[in-house]
């Protein structure tokens, strides 16, 4: 597809057990970010993708949290030993050209996959 | 610290009623502004832009806003609101050297028919 495609779309698991989210960018795309959505809250900065650059981590709210991209592509964000709090809407987004010191243009999103931890 | 925030978190509006979302940042330096709309299970997608020149730009749907520096301010409105603009709207910057958007915490805004 032409958009950011994000899954599964919705997860539902118990407290302690592993999730994997995955994030498909738009073709093209060499920036790539993760933000956690929370009720009642802003879009939460987890992590950055640049090209075959160190991510950025500095968002993750601890290290049960990870996320890797292979290939300048498919991002998978692992959530380890999940926890109630971490019951949230997880985005996915791209952008052409995020590298640029105060030019990030514009973030495409996905739907986004929809975390419950029971 | 950079911040963006979005002082109105709840808006209810009657159709053809004017609509200002406020939105102020901290940051000294240049800096690039966007507002992003989400509609009810739509993912988030651009309204606007702000990266130079006229402070006073136009988005998609008739949405307008206006950067003012003097008042760290990127405020969104629109003269006449319709029911389709129900949606949740996010003002985001990144910071001076920065790639990664900080966004406010949105706001949600019901228009009744």
């Known amino acids: 597809g032409a958009g950011v495609s994000q899954s599964p779309s919705n997860k539902v698991t118990e407290k302690g057990k592993d999730v994997e989210l995955r994030c498909d960018p738009i073709?093209?795309?060499?920036?790539l970010y993760w933000y956690r959505q929370s009720l009642g809250q802003g879009l939460e900065f987890l992590i950055y993708?640049?090209?075959?650059?160190?991510?950025?981590k500095s968002g993750l709210p601890s290290d049960r949290f990870s996320a890797e991209r292979t290939g300048g592509s498919v991002s998978t964000l692992t959530i380890q030993r999940t926890q109630q709090e971490d019951s949230a809407v997880y985005l996915c987004?791209?952008?052409?050209?995020?590298?640029?010191?105060?030019?990030?243009?514009?973030?495409?999103f996905g739907e986004g996959s929809r975390l419950t931890v029971l | 610290a950079q911040s963006v925030s979005q002082h109105n978190h709840h808006v209810i509006l009657s159709e053809a009623a004017s609509l200002e979302l406020g939105c102020n940042y901290s940051?000294?330096?240049?800096?690039?502004l966007f507002w992003y709309v989400q509609y009810p299970g739509q993912h988030l997608q651009l309204l606007l832009k702000?990266?130079?020149?006229?402070?006073l730009v136009k988005g998609i749907k008739g949405f307008e806003a206006e950067f003012i520096k003097s008042k760290f301010s990127f405020n969104l409105r629109k003269p006449s609101v319709q029911w389709s603009d129900t949606a949740e709207y996010f003002c985001?910057?990144?910071?001076?050297?920065?790639?990664?958007?900080?966004f406010g915490r949105g706001t949600s805004l019901i228009v009744h028919p």
């Open positions: 993708f640049q090209g075959n650059s160190a991510p950025d």
């Open positions: 702000y990266f130079s020149g006229d402070p």
């Open positions: 987004a791209s952008s052409r050209n995020g590298g640029s010191l105060g030019n990030t243009g514009e973030l495409f």
């Open positions: 940051y000294g330096g240049t800096v690039n």
């Open positions: 985001a910057f990144p910071p001076g050297g920065s790639y990664i958007p900080t």
């Open positions: 073709s093209g795309h060499t920036a």
